[in-house]
């Protein structure tokens, strides 16, 4: 996975490890070591220097990008983590495992407010809306898993013929499109 600002970009790798690059001049700034097994997604906390980063180790840490050092780690998924979000917020954490789990942490506490199973099949990402009240988590099972946050309620779309590979909101929040591993993309609304 690779994501970016206007001017720093990140990587991660099943060498587990994770590194940021300068994007114009195109050189590696930092190489953060720590999980102990492949990183597999990573994400910037909006407005701020604090790279986050999940594992197949079965855990989500936070870097500060302008040290190196990891400044936090949440422990508590009992299988790799496939994929980890903020809210645009940037006070909550989503996750997902490769059993089905979401989970959402606080980012201020460091604790863990809820967890979801979706088992027995891989959720694949997650993903809050601009508001933060609701999580699209992309099922392997071919579904979108909608939870309302506040109420833990979850709905369900169905369409898609395999594993929804990723769940993203547009901007202001009115639509969801979904790719899936039998080829399409779907628009939700």
């Known amino acids: 996975a690779v994501v970016s600002t206007q001017s720093t970009g990140a990587s991660c790798s099943m060498d587990n490890s994770s590194k940021l ?35 197949a180790d079965k855990t989500i840490s936070m870097w500060d990008i302008r040290t190196g050092l990891c400044a936090q780690t949440f422990y508590g998924h009992v299988n790799a983590i496939n994929n980890v979000n903020f ?29 979801y199973d979706f088992e ?6 997650v993903k809050f809306d601009t508001s933060g009240a609701c999580l699209a988590v992309a099922s392997n ?8 946050v506040e109420k833990s309620k979850v709905t369900e779309l169905d369409g898609h013929e395999d594993g929804v590979q990723a769940a993203i909101f547009n901007r202001n929040g009115e639509m969801l499109i979904s790719a899936s591993s039998d080829t399409t993309v779907k628009i939700w609304s």
């Not at 070591?33 to 990183?39: E, M």
């Not at 099972?141 to 309302?148: A, C, P, Q, V």
């Open 120 to 125: 027995p099949h891989p959720a694949n990402s």
């Open 141 to 148: 099972d071919g579904t979108i898993k909608m939870l309302e």
């Open 21 to 55: 690059f300068d994007v114009v001049s195109e050189r590696c700034r930092s190489t953060f070591r720590g999980h102990t097994d492949s990183v597999n997604c990573l994400n910037f906390l909006p407005y701020s220097n604090i790279l986050c980063t999940c594992s």
């Open 87 to 115: 809210n645009t917020q940037g006070t909550l954490i989503a996750s997902c495992d490769a059993y089905g789990v979401a989970k959402i942490w606080d980012v201020r506490q460091v604790v863990e407010i809820g967890s």
